[in-house]
């Protein structure tokens, strides 16, 4: 995976086929165990998921935490019919200081 933002490794939710309640658990754990920042990452048809697990958190189960910023992106994937592109997206929630 790319790694042109901050380095938040640790704090980072990558967003895959899993239901979204799992990756709800994850972003509210993360938080619960201090982190002041947690990312949410997607690509392609993940990206629905990744939005309804940011909202889910906000809305359902975080208090004092609120989106940070949004980025997106396009990149450049070799498939076995040649290079696509793939969409990409990275929403990042922060605990209010």
């Given at each position: 995976m790319e790694t042109s933002m901050q380095p938040m490794k640790e704090n980072t939710v990558f967003v895959g086929n899993k239901p979204v309640m799992n990756?709800?658990?994850?972003?509210?754990?993360?938080?619960?165990?201090?982190?002041?920042?947690?990312?949410?990452?997607?690509?392609?048809?993940?990206?629905?998921?990744?939005?309804?697990?940011?909202?889910?958190?906000?809305?359902?189960?975080?208090?004092?935490v609120t989106k940070k910023d949004i980025v997106t992106s396009t990149e450049v994937i070799d498939t076995d019919t040649g290079k696509t592109n793939v969409s990409s997206i990275e929403i990042i929630l922060s605990a209010k200081k």
């Amino acid at each position: 995976m790319e790694t042109s933002m901050q380095p938040m490794k640790e704090n980072t939710v990558f967003v895959g086929n899993k239901p979204v309640m799992n990756y709800v658990l994850a972003v509210v754990t993360q938080f619960n165990n201090g982190a002041g920042e947690v990312a949410i990452k997607a690509r392609g048809k993940a990206i629905s998921r990744a939005v309804d697990t940011a909202e889910i958190a906000l809305n359902r189960f975080l208090d004092g935490v609120t989106k940070k910023d949004i980025v997106t992106s396009t990149e450049v994937i070799d498939t076995d019919t040649g290079k696509t592109n793939v969409s990409s997206i990275e929403i990042i929630l922060s605990a209010k200081k």
